[in-house]
């Protein structure tokens, strides 16, 4: 097994279930190219912190009040992070962490952006929105992150078709899948071009 200091860093952003950090874990580890090495999460009542402990991954908790300041991103260059991986993460990235870490940060949405993307266009609400649309379609979007919620550079989207019969929860499963068949592999592909 390749030493520990020979893989890349990643830092995971979440603040849900965990379900995408948990993917991309279990890819790695399998894979040893790279490791997460935190998990950043902005609600202490958070599924994705039991995750961290599961895999014995160290976690962050963050505030409004801290997110972003000079002490948060000391902690954050601290773990020399290749890149920030945000898996459900729901805060805006200022400023301060786009610029410490450029073209490093990415997001995934749970829809083809530009379609349903935007400040408050996260979860079930843009499975609803894709529901009540009528589309026939929906998928994924792998983006790099600016100052803009949803605006930055596409990487990668993964389509999937939409039932007439299918609810937003049964839209939301089929793009579960996607999310965890596609990331860890986008992941992978950025940190081989770096």
Same mark, same amino acid.
Not at 28 to 57: G, H, M, P, S
Not at 82 to 92: D, S, T
Not at 97 to 122: C, D, Q, R, S, W
Not at 149 to 158: K, R
């Given at each position: 097994?390749?030493?520990?200091?020979f893989?890349k860093?990643?830092?995971?952003?979440?603040?849900?279930?965990?379900?995408?950090?948990?993917?991309?874990?279990?890819y790695?580890?399998?894979?040893?190219?790279?490791?997460?090495?935190?998990?950043?999460?902005?609600?202490?009542?958070?599924?994705?912190?039991?995750v961290?402990?599961?895999?014995?991954?160290p976690?962050?908790?963050?505030?409004k009040?801290?997110?972003?300041?000079?002490?948060? /991103?000391e902690?954050?260059?601290?773990?020399?992070?290749?890149?920030?991986?945000?898996?459900?993460?729901?805060?805006?990235?200022?400023?301060s962490?786009?610029e410490?870490?450029?073209?490093?940060?990415?997001?995934?949405h749970?829809? /083809?952006?530009?379609k349903y993307?935007?400040?408050?266009?996260?979860g079930?609400?843009?499975?609803?929105a894709?529901?009540?649309a009528?589309? /026939?379609?929906?998928?994924?979007?792998?983006?790099f992150?600016?100052?803009?919620?949803d605006?930055?550079?596409?990487?990668m989207?993964?389509?999937?078709?939409?039932g007439?019969?299918?609810?937003?929860?049964?839209?939301a499963?089929?793009?579960?899948?996607?999310?965890?068949a596609?990331y860890p592999?986008?992941?992978?592909? /950025?940190?081989?071009?770096?």
């Amino acid at each position: 097994m390749p030493n520990s200091s020979f893989k890349k860093p990643i830092i995971i952003f979440a603040s849900g279930t965990g379900t995408n950090a948990e993917a991309i874990i279990q890819y790695f580890n399998k894979n040893k190219e790279a490791q997460v090495c935190l998990i950043v999460c902005n609600k202490a009542n958070a599924k994705v912190l039991d995750v961290a402990r599961n895999y014995q991954i160290p976690f962050l908790l963050t505030d409004k009040e801290t997110f972003g300041e000079a002490l948060f /991103l000391e902690q954050l260059t601290g773990y020399k992070p290749q890149l920030i991986v945000l898996a459900g993460f729901l805060w805006k990235i200022p400023s301060s962490i786009l610029e410490t870490f450029p073209n490093k940060i990415v997001n995934i949405h749970p829809a /083809l952006l530009p379609k349903y993307g935007g400040k408050g266009m996260y979860g079930h609400k843009v499975h609803q929105a894709v529901k009540d649309a009528g589309d /026939l379609e929906t998928g994924i979007t792998i983006h790099f992150v600016n100052q803009n919620y949803d605006e930055g550079t596409i990487l990668m989207q993964a389509k999937c078709a939409i039932g007439q019969s299918d609810s937003a929860s049964d839209i939301a499963n089929k793009v579960a899948k996607l999310e965890h068949a596609y990331y860890p592999v986008t992941i992978q592909l /950025l940190l081989q071009k770096q």
